[in-house]
């Protein structure tokens, strides 16, 4: 899950690093006390989930408290790529000598989280590794071996930084390490960090990413900053339908019910697990079928979460059919996913025989799945038939 | 022959009395030779027994029972105590794990495999089904019920290397339907880091004589077949490769999260097309549907 | 006893209701939780009925001919038997 720059700004600042006086804000006049208090001139950033805030205009340059107060009602209503600002932050204008980029991401070939480390900040760090290879520094580090200063000296020092900036960098660096570890992050990036006229440095700007699995570890860090348990920070805000999906798998941690994503067309999907999901959203597409959602079952759901899931896809506005597909099964029973497709469509009063376009799920405990399926009428499909002939076949049937 | 397990390969089950556990243990004991399932592990539940399987405490008092070092785990516990059954797997030798548990948090999985380096052990998953040698041994749910992964893996000379579990039966039935058998399969589990990719896997299939071609399959995200394509050319391998890639609709909606963990799609070097580019460039074949595999198979190992 | 779902019956004998070993048996041996200790004597949880996964480790932890399962959509009975 993403975080919002103010944010990320905050979880920096819990690791001890450096950041401006910054203040979040999600009322235009309350913009004037924060620009009062920092007494000088200020950035006002929007705070969206996207990029391209600047040229969106929604980073603007503040002389005074008027100002400041007539740029942030502006951007507060300010849509950047579909996004509508969660508030806006009013930070000090820094003066800035130098601009630097640390960040720390994971390396799923190496398997090891890894530091990047630039003395040219301020632009895309893929851009400067492209044009000045020489000025971005890699280092990997060890996730049972505990995370010693060295490591982020060795960073730092091979960009060529030396001297004062070296000393003051590094247990910046360090500190970013460690939070990116301790966090659970995907992403943990401070760009621009800067270092001003005085010498001393400072995170001018954080994008953090925590990865979803973890956040049940991160309860009273995420509460703290007030993110929401239902919120998903995706590319866009998930909808109805999605958090309902989302309810449906909370539920109960048996199987997996996810990834329910909203489509608009007339073919509801109930389909598994995640590659065989992939395969026939591709499959469902490339025959001409609307899909009127993606999801993903898997690791062998209960019955009531089957159910759930096929339920609440039945009831989709715009939902003619749905098809029950999966590649096959090895810990999902076939058994199992049929009894809770047809209890759904008899507990909404429909007719399984004519609700289920297709179910094409071979694999464990097939049998016993045709057995319930033959006895509800509902038209099914073995191995033999292609995973793309029974996306067809769905199609064909609306 | 077969690569990681064959029929003298000991194992335990962690977790063994969760009911998924239940379940494939049952399945692994009727399968091929019938798995030697020495033990299972579920705190508090020493002196029961599922299936005949006497279960333990402790991994240690398992070993002890065993009387020698035993050779796997399959690893079932849910993701907050995973970590904790690995490290008492490895650190009681065990020398293969296959992890079956899925939304394990990055950072617990890198500690993982970095000791299982460390101690000379390796990890297959997380979030996978394990590996199966037809008509010998199944290490994990692959395939189900011993009759069902009868009926979807004959014996043969195809590797076949996946990131998700049923789509590894779905290939290898596939090409066992076509008269191409599997010499061994694996699935290797969907998540950003995992125990063992595919690149990692190809020099053991290089050294198993049986086996003449490899079929993988893959999605959106990560870098892992940039990885295969590089060992494919670095490395002067007799194995043709086939691939299957899933999820070309994300090219279109970057950003959103499909499919595994490891696949969201953010950079242009992530997409599906790229990949696919990528591969062939490295003389690696990519099907359009799974039912063309076999053909192309044929074709490549001819 | 018997509870009928849509898809699953399961039938204990009236004999054994009463017994509070077994009551506590099938308590632990039903991985989907049908069965509950309820005051020393065998209870059935209905809204579980459903998710009934065939594993006959009830039938496994009973005497004899006391406890069976039902399939519904076929016709069939589990019992010491399968």
Known sequence: ???????????????????????????????????????????????????????????????????????????????????????????????????????????????????????????????????????????????????????????????????????????????????????????????????????????????????????????????????????????????????????????????????????????????????????????????????????????????????????????KPGVDKIAVMMSIVSNTRVDIVARGVIAACLELGMDPAEKISIFRIPGAWEEEGFKILEKYGVRYADRSTSMHEAAKLAVEAL | MSILVDAETTFIVQGITGREAVNLTRECLDYGTGAKIVGGVTPGRLGREIHGVPVFDTVQQAVEHHGSPIDGSVVTVPPAFTKDAVLEAIENGIRLIVIVTERIPRRDVAQMVELAALRGARIIGPNCLGIIVPDVIKMGGIGGPAKDAAKSYAKGSIGVISRSGGMTTEMSSTLSAAGLGISTAVSIGGDAIIGSTYAELMPLFEADEETKGIVIYTEPGGRMEAELARWKTENNSRLPIVAFMAGKFMDEMPGMSFGHAGTIVEGKEDTATEKIARLQDAGITVAEEISQIPELMKEAMA | MRSDATFIGVEVSDEVIGDTELAQKLEDACPVDIYANAAGRVEIVEPNLDECILCALCIQASPPGTVAVHKLYSGETLTDAA
């Not at chain 1, 003066?95 to 895309?124: C, H, L, M, N, T």
Request: a negative charge; one cysteine or more; aromatic letters at 6%.
């Open chain 1, 1 to 315: 899950m993403r975080f919002f720059e103010y944010e990320a700004r905050e979880v920096v600042k819990r690791a001890g690093i450096p950041v401006t006086d910054f203040g979040f804000v999600t009322d235009a006049e309350e913009a004037r006390a924060v620009a009062e208090r920092i007494g000088g001139p200020t950035v006002i950033k929007s705070q969206v989930l996207t990029g391209g805030r600047m040229k969106a205009g929604g980073v603007k340059f503040a002389d005074t408290p008027d100002e400041a107060v007539a740029y942030a009602a502006d951007i507060l209503k300010l849509e950047i790529n579909g996004h509508m600002p969660r508030g806006v932050l009013v930070d000090p204008k820094a003066d800035v000598a130098q601009e630097f980029y640390a960040g720390v991401v994971w390396d799923g070939i190496r398997k090891q989280p890894v530091i990047i480390f630039s003395p040219v900040g301020g632009i895309d760090i893929e851009q400067v590794a492209e044009e000045q290879p020489d000025k971005v520094g890699r280092q990997h580090f060890s996730n049972i071996l505990p995370l010693s200063e060295f490591t982020a000296k060795q960073v730092i020092a091979s960009t060529g930084v030396t001297g004062s900036d070296l000393n003051k960098l590094v247990p910046i660096v360090v500190r970013l390490a460690r939070l990116f570890v301790e966090n659970d992050m995907t992403l943990a990036e401070i760009n621009p960090l800067g270092k001003l006229a005085d010498g001393s440095f400072v995170a001018l700007d954080a994008h953090m990413d925590m990865e979803n699995e973890a956040r049940v570890r991160h309860k009273g860090l995420l509460a703290d900053l007030g993110v929401g348990d239902e919120e998903t920070r995706e590319a866009r805000e998930p909808t109805e339908f999605e958090l309902a999906g989302e309810a449906v798998d909370n539920a109960s941690h048996r199987g997996v019910a996810g990834n329910v994503t909203e489509f608009d067309g007339n073919l509801g999907l109930v389909i598994g697990a995640g590659g065989g999901s992939l395969t026939l959203f591709d499959a469902v597409r490339k025959y001409g079928g609307e899909p009127a959602n993606y999801c993903e079952i898997g690791g062998n759901p209960s019955v009531e979460k089957t159910k759930g899931l096929a339920k609440l896809v039945l009831s």
